[in-house]
């Protein structure tokens, strides 16, 4: 059993800042992928990034520059740094660990940037 547990939602402006945190327990192994997917009322799901447990990332063209993704292997932990933000960043952000072939959500954080 795995689960993933986020924090670090909230309101703030545009042009602020604001961290993620998604920490994952249960059984883990490598190698593995973390990452974090937005979804926005009425729109589908989509990638913001990942990393491999190898450190390889890969961003969403829409927050190249502006977020970085990071982690901690020995506590199982993905950050989203996430600066410049922009109102049509308001989504509900989810934490995704991919186990081939299953993965694992977590419950979302919602995250608002106000104009």
């Known amino acids: 059993q795995v689960r993933l547990v986020e924090s670090g939602g909230g309101l703030v402006q545009a042009g602020g800042s604001l961290r993620l945190s998604c920490a994952a327990s249960g059984s883990i192994f490598s190698p593995n992928t973390m990452g974090w997917y937005r979804q926005a009322p009425g729109k589908q799901r989509e990638l913001v990034a990942s990393i491999s447990s190898g450190g390889v990332t890969n961003y969403a063209n829409s927050v190249k520059g502006r977020f970085t993704i990071s982690r901690d292997n020995a506590k199982n932990t993905v950050y989203l740094q996430m600066n410049s933000l922009k109102p049509e960043d308001t989504a509900v952000y989810y934490c995704?660990?991919?186990?081939?072939?299953?993965?694992?959500w977590g419950q979302g954080t919602q995250v608002t940037v106000s104009s």
């Open positions: 995704k660990l991919s186990l081939v072939p299953l993965g694992y």
